[in-house]
C-alpha cells in the first residue's frame, strides 16, 4: 500500500494500449476442466513441473519417462497450470524439454504465450533465451509479447535492452504500427525515461495517428514519475492545442506530480496549487472524485498536516464528492499518528455509519500503528470491528496484539484471544510460549497513559504560549523602531558648525 493503496498507473496505461487493437488480444489456452476431471497424465506432469524436490537435471530425467502424447496445446496447458506454484527455471526447463520434443511442431502462438509466462515472472535469463530462439528459429513475435517483455525488461533497469529489440522488430516478424510504438513508448514513461520516448515518439510520428491521446497520457505519467510539473503542465497545453480533452486520468495525473513535487520542495503551496488543479478540473465539466482528494490528503498526511488534513476531508464533502474508506483510512492515519485517538475512533464510526466497508489493509495499518503508540486498549477496540465487519483474515492481527500484550504483562487479555484464535481455526505463527510469565519479558511503562497525555497536551499549548510569546515580541520590536523613526524626524540633529 505504497501512498496508501497508490493506484497502479501502469496498469491502466497498459489496460489503454491493449484496447487500442482488439485483433492482438490474446485467449488463453488452458484447459477449462477441473483439476480432478484433467487426464492422469496432465496432472502428473503438472506435479512433477511444480515440485521443488529435485534439481534440473532430474526433471528432465522424470519428464523422459512420460509416454504422454505431447501437443503444442497441452504445453501450453501446463505451463497455465503450474506458472503460479512452479519455480521458473523449471518452467523454463519443461518449455525447453518441449522445444525439444516436439521441434517444428510447436506453434508460434504457444512460444510466445512461454515467453510471455517467463516475462511476468520477471526472469531476465529466461526471457532472453526464450527470445533468442525465437529469432534464431525465425518465429514470428506477437505484439502481445512485445509489450509484456519490454515492460518487464524496463521494471527490471534494461530498457536499453527492450529499446533495442524494438529498433530490430522486424528481424522478429513484428509489426512496426501503433500497438508496438505505444507498448514501448507506455513501458519506457513507466519508468521515467522520457527522452527515450520522445525520440521514438519523434521517428514514428506517422505510426502513431489515431493514438495521440494514449501516447500524450503516457508522456504525462512520464513526467509524473519525475516529478516535473512544469513540464506535465506543458503535456496538458499541448494536449489541448491538438484538440484532445485532458480527462479524468490526467488531471489526476498531473494533480499527482505537484502534490508530490510541492511535498518535498514546496511544502507552503500543497494545498493552494492541488485546489488550483481542481479548480481547473472543474472549468473543464470534469469533477474531481475521492481519488484526486486522496493524492492531496495522502501528502499532507505525510507532512503531518492534522488540521489541513480535516479542512480538505470536510471541503470534499461539501462540493458533494463522497468520501470512500481510503479517504478515511488517510484522515484517521494521520490522527492516530498525532495522538488525537477520540477523534479518529470517532471518524472510524462515522465510516461505518455511512455504510463503507474497508479493506483488511485498513486495520492492519492502522492497529499496527496503535501498537506502535503504545495503545493497545484502542488497537484492540478497532480489532472488535474488524471481527464485527467479517472481513476475515485476522490471523495477522492475532499475531501482533497477543505478543504485545504478554509484554505489557497483560497475559489474561492475551490468553483470551489466544483461546479465541484457536476456537475460529485461525493459524497463529506466534509460539505459545509468550503466554508463559516466566518466557516472556514485562516492559511496564515508565508513566501511565493519562498522564503521557495530559504531558502531550501542556506540549503542544506550551508551544501555541512560545509562538504567542515570539509574536508579541515582534510586534514591540516593530513598534519601538516606528517610534525612533518619529523621533528623528521631529528632532533632526543639526550638522552644520
Same mark, same amino acid.
Given at each position: 500500500m505504497r501512498l496508501v493503496l497508490k493506484p497502479k498507473w501502469h496498469g491502466i496505461l497498459v489496460q489503454m494500449f491493449n %484496447?487500442?487493437?482488439?485483433k492482438y488480444h490474446f485467449c488463453s489456452l488452458h484447459s477449462t476442466m477441473p483439476p480432478s476431471e484433467a487426464p492422469v497424465e496432465l496432472q502428473e506432469l503438472c506435479s512433477v513441473v511444480s515440485s521443488t524436490v529435485g534439481g534440473l537435471d532430474d526433471l528432465e530425467s522424470r519428464l523422459n519417462r512420460f509416454t504422454v502424447g505431447l501437443t503444442s496445446s497441452l504445453v501450453t496447458q501446463i505451463l497455465e497450470s503450474c506458472k503460479s506454484e512452479a519455480p521458473t527455471r523449471r518452467l523454463l526447463r519443461f518449455f525447453l524439454w518441449s522445444h525439444k520434443n516436439l521441434k517444428s511442431n510447436l506453434e508460434d502462438k504457444d512460444f510466445n504465450y512461454a515467453i510471455r509466462v517467463l516475462a511476468e515472472k520477471k526472469d531476465q %535469463?529466461?526471457?532472453?533465451?526464450?527470445?533468442?530462439?525465437?529469432?534464431?528459429?525465425?518465429?514470428?513475435?506477437?505484439?502481445? %509479447?512485445?509489450?509484456?517483455?519490454?515492460?518487464?525488461?524496463?521494471?527490471?533497469?534494461? *530498457?536499453?535492452? @527492450?529499446?533495442?529489440?524494438? =529498433?530490430?522488430?522486424?528481424?522478429? =516478424?513484428?509489426?512496426?504500427d501503433s500497438v508496438t510504438v505505444t507498448a514501448i513508448v507506455s513501458a519506457l514513461c513507466s519508468k521515467g525515461h522520457i527522452k527515450i520516448a520522445e525520440g521514438v515518439i519523434a521517428h514514428h510520428k506517422d505510426k502513431i495517428s489515431g493514438v495521440e491521446a494514449c501516447i500524450y497520457r503516457c508522456l504525462l505519467y512520464g513526467w509524473s514519475v519525475q516529478e516535473n510539473g512544469k513540464q506535465a503542465r506543458k503535456v496538458i497545453q499541448e494536449m489541448k492545442s491538438a484538440g484532445i480533452m485532458p480527462d479524468l486520468f490526467c488531471y489526476n495525473t498531473l494533480l499527482r506530480c505537484i502534490c508530490k513535487r510541492n511535498l518535498k520542495r514546496n511544502p507552503s503551496g500543497l494545498v493552494s496549487e492541488a485546489l488550483?488543479?481542481?479548480?481547473?478540473?472543474?472549468?473543464?465539466?470534469?469533477?474531481?472524485?475521492?481519488?484526486?482528494? +486522496?493524492?492531496?490528503?495522502?501528502?499532507?498526511?505525510? +507532512?503531518?498536516?492534522? =488540521?489541513?488534513?480535516?479542512?480538505?476531508?470536510?471541503?470534499?464533502?461539501?462540493?458533494?464528492?463522497?468520501?470512500?474508506w481510503v479517504t478515511y483510512y488517510l484522515?484517521?492515519?494521520?490522527?492516530?499518528?498525532?495522538?488525537?485517538?477520540?477523534?479518529?475512533?470517532?471518524?472510524?464510526? *462515522?465510516?461505518?455509519?455511512?455504510?463503507?466497508?474497508?479493506?483488511?489493509?485498513?486495520?492492519?495499518?492502522?492497529?499496527?500503528?496503535?501498537?506502535?503508540? *503504545?495503545?493497545?486498549?484502542?488497537?484492540l477496540e478497532l480489532f472488535e470491528r474488524m471481527k464485527g465487519s467479517s472481513l476475515?483474515?485476522?490471523g495477522p492481527v492475532y499475531d501482533l496484539l497477543i505478543p504485545k500484550l504478554c509484554r505489557g504483562g497483560e497475559f489474561e487479555k492475551a490468553r483470551q484471544l489466544w483461546d479465541e484464535a484457536v476456537a475460529m481455526g485461525v493459524?497463529?505463527?506466534? @509460539?505459545?510460549?509468550?503466554?508463559?510469565?516466566?518466557?516472556?519479558?514485562?516492559f511496564k511503562p515508565t508513566r501511565?497513559?493519562?498522564?503521557?497525555?495530559?504531558?502531550?497536551? =501542556?506540549?503542544? +499549548?506550551?508551544?501555541?504560549?512560545?509562538?504567542? %510569546?515570539?509574536?508579541?515580541?515582534?510586534?514591540?520590536?516593530?513598534?519601538?523602531k516606528r517610534k525612533r523613526k518619529k523621533k528623528k524626524k521631529k528632532n533632526p540633529i543639526d550638522t552644520s558648525t
Open positions: %484496447t487500442l487493437k482488439p %535469463t529466461a526471457i532472453d533465451i526464450l527470445v533468442s530462439d525465437l529469432r534464431k528459429e525465425g518465429r514470428v513475435m506477437e505484439a502481445h %509479447t512485445f509489450s509484456v517483455v519490454a515492460e518487464t525488461l524496463v521494471k527490471l533497469g534494461k *530498457e536499453e535492452q @527492450a529499446f533495442g529489440i524494438f =529498433k530490430n522488430l522486424d528481424k522478429f =516478424k513484428c509489426p512496426l488550483d488543479v481542481m479548480m481547473e478540473m472543474r472549468s473543464y465539466n470534469i469533477a474531481p472524485t475521492s481519488v484526486s482528494y +486522496n493524492i492531496l490528503l495522502s501528502c499532507l498526511g505525510r +507532512n503531518r498536516r492534522i =488540521k489541513e488534513s480535516y479542512q480538505i476531508f470536510n471541503q470534499m464533502k461539501e462540493t458533494g464528492c463522497a468520501p470512500d484522515v484517521v492515519r494521520v490522527l492516530y499518528l498525532s495522538g488525537r485517538f477520540t477523534r479518529g475512533n470517532n471518524m472510524v464510526s *462515522e465510516m461505518m455509519d455511512q455504510g463503507l466497508i474497508p479493506d483488511r489493509k485498513f486495520y492492519y495499518d492502522l492497529i499496527g500503528i496503535l501498537c506502535g503508540v *503504545e495503545r493497545v486498549r484502542y488497537a476475515g483474515g485476522y493459524t497463529l505463527r506466534c @509460539a505459545s510460549d509468550v503466554l508463559d510469565p516466566s518466557v516472556t519479558e514485562v501511565d497513559v493519562e498522564e503521557e497525555e495530559v504531558i502531550l497536551l =501542556k506540549a503542544v +499549548n506550551s508551544k501555541k504560549a512560545k509562538i504567542r %510569546t515570539r509574536a508579541m515580541k515582534t510586534r514591540i520590536k516593530v513598534k519601538k
